[in-house]
């Protein structure tokens, strides 16, 4: 069984290193939700309004809203530092009451303390303790970034932690809408109601309950599955301009060729130099004219 929080409970002078374990679990069947065009799942994305961007995890930071849209924000090294101080304390025994005086409305979640190393004796005197008084111990600790209030019992031969909420966390019972104010019920009506009570009376059985909606619906599930009324979700279409290393070395030398000088930028240079030829040949074809000239003289 997996390991929650490591830790001890104290009572007077007495300290008992504990291991706290899940008591219960959801079996709840989760359903996914997928597009109707394409079965695919929907991504759920962190995104800011103003900005219209996506946020990832290192830019978020936490900050209590004390009004509308007015914040103190609150730093993790604040928030660590707070929690540190309550987390070094030890679960505390505060009163021991009976078991009745508390209503269920206050329980919340149930786990199970397994004596740690070194533990068992001191486990086993507070278990035996409480069996023989009849009573429950109600303690203080900080679990999941939270300070709890708890009911520490035994259960089957094991000691039992509930979490309880705390009286403000308990709405008031009069703001229920509609609730009738007590009027006379007729006699027949309350021992015939009585009657029905006493006929369905028994010892409670919890293996007697079942959860039919979630049965009904594993078994529509597989037998969907059977019949292979399935669907695979289609796979995100990668994108097309560089998709791999071959594809990107292509696409530069195409690019590179796209660039590269035309033929038509070779054939200028011939015809500069042509230019410079005809403008060389002038001033020789002027010489011999002079020498000819110095002859007939």
């Known amino acids: 069984m997996h390991t929650m929080w490591k830790g001890t409970i104290s009572f007077g002078l007495v300290n008992i290193p504990v291991k706290l374990h899940a008591a219960t679990e959801n079996k709840d069947v989760r359903l996914r939700q997928l597009h109707k065009k394409c079965q695919s799942p929907i991504k759920y994305e962190k995104v800011c309004p103003?900005?219209?961007?996506?946020?990832?995890?290192?830019?978020?930071?936490?900050?209590?809203?004390y009004a509308k849209n007015k914040f103190v924000m609150l730093t993790e090294e604040e928030i660590?530092?707070?929690?540190?101080?309550?987390?070094?304390?030890a679960v505390e025994i505060v009163d021991f009451v009976q078991l009745k005086e508390i209503d269920p409305i206050y329980f919340e979640k149930s786990y199970y303390l397994s004596p740690n190393e070194g533990g068992g004796?001191?486990?086993?005197?507070?278990?035996?303790?409480?069996?023989?008084?009849?009573?429950?111990?109600?303690?203080?600790?900080?679990?999941?970034?939270?300070?709890?209030?708890?009911?520490?019992?035994?259960?089957?031969?094991?000691?039992?932690m509930e979490?309880?909420?705390?009286?403000?966390?308990?709405?008031?019972?009069?703001?229920?809408p509609n609730v009738p104010e007590q009027a006379e019920t007729p006699q027949k009506e309350l021992d015939t109601a009585k009657m029905l009570i006493d006929q369905l009376t028994s010892e409670f059985d919890?293996?007697?309950?079942?959860?039919?909606?979630?049965t009904a619906l594993l078994e529509l599930i597989e037998e969907k599955k059977n019949q292979d009324e399935t669907t695979t979700a289609k796979e995100k279409p990668v994108q097309t301009n560089v998709t791999n290393l071959m594809e990107a070395l292509e696409a530069s030398l195409d690019k590179a060729q796209k660039t590269k000088p035309q033929p038509k930028e070779k054939a200028t240079a011939p015809k500069k130099t042509t230019a410079t030829a005809k403008k060389t040949t002038k001033p020789k074809a002027a010489t011999p004219k002079k020498k000819q000239t110095r002859k007939k003289a």
């Open 50 to 65: 103003v900005c219209e961007e996506e946020v990832g995890t290192d830019d978020i930071v936490k900050a209590y809203e």
């Open 80 to 89: 660590a530092e707070l929690q540190e101080e309550q987390t070094e304390k």
């Open 121 to 160: 004796k001191a486990y086993t005197l507070l278990r035996e303790a409480l069996e023989e008084t009849g009573k429950i111990g109600v303690a203080k600790m900080m679990i999941r970034s939270k300070e709890q209030l708890a009911a520490i019992r035994v259960y089957e031969n094991t000691l039992v």
């Open 163 to 176: 979490t309880i909420h705390y009286p403000d966390e308990v709405r008031n019972v009069q703001d229920v």
């Open 206 to 214: 919890p293996e007697k309950y079942k959860d039919n909606y979630r």
